[in-house]
Every structure is written in C-alpha cells, then in structure tokens.
C-alpha cells in the first residue's frame, strides 16, 4: 500500500510526489517496505458519525492496517492510523 499527497489549490490539484512506501519495517536486515492491497472494510454510523475507514495489507506473516477517519468539521483533513 502506497500513498502520495496531493495538494488542492484555488480548485486545482497539484500532485507533491510520486506513489511511494509510506512505512518501512526491517526483519532480520531486510527493509520491508510493500504490503499490497487486501482488504477494504467500512462503518456507517448514525447521522453525521464517521466511523474510520480500514484499508488492509499483507506480506508474508506481515499485516499493515490503515484507518482513515474524514471529520464533516474539517472536511478538507483525513487522520491516519497506521498498525
């Protein structure tokens, strides 16, 4: 699972960098650093709660999860939970 960041200015999109790794582990030496795509899980809550949204990675015996929680208040900001 890869991200980049992407800038929106006066209406226009401005990509700041390629795809790349966002977390790195080393296991005996080795960088760890790719975890595709495996799973994709999200929770409706009552009104206008968000529940975050968990997006899954796995290598190996190696399991990344991000949650990704979008707030109505500050709707242009996404806070990430990495395990």
Sequence with gaps: MHSRVVAVLAGQEHVIGDFMPTEVI???GREID???F???KTR???GSVRF???LT???GSLK???AVTLY???SRVAVFDVE
Aim: no cysteine; charged share 25%; aromatic share 8%.
């Design 72 to 74: 109505d208040t500050f």
């Design 44 to 46: 409706v809550g009552p």
């Design 34 to 36: 790719d975890f595709p």
């Design 26 to 28: 080393v296991v005996s």
């Design 38 to 40: 495996q799973a994709r």
């Design 57 to 59: 990675g796995v290598t």
């Design 52 to 54: 975050p949204e968990r």
């Design 64 to 66: 990344k999860t991000v």
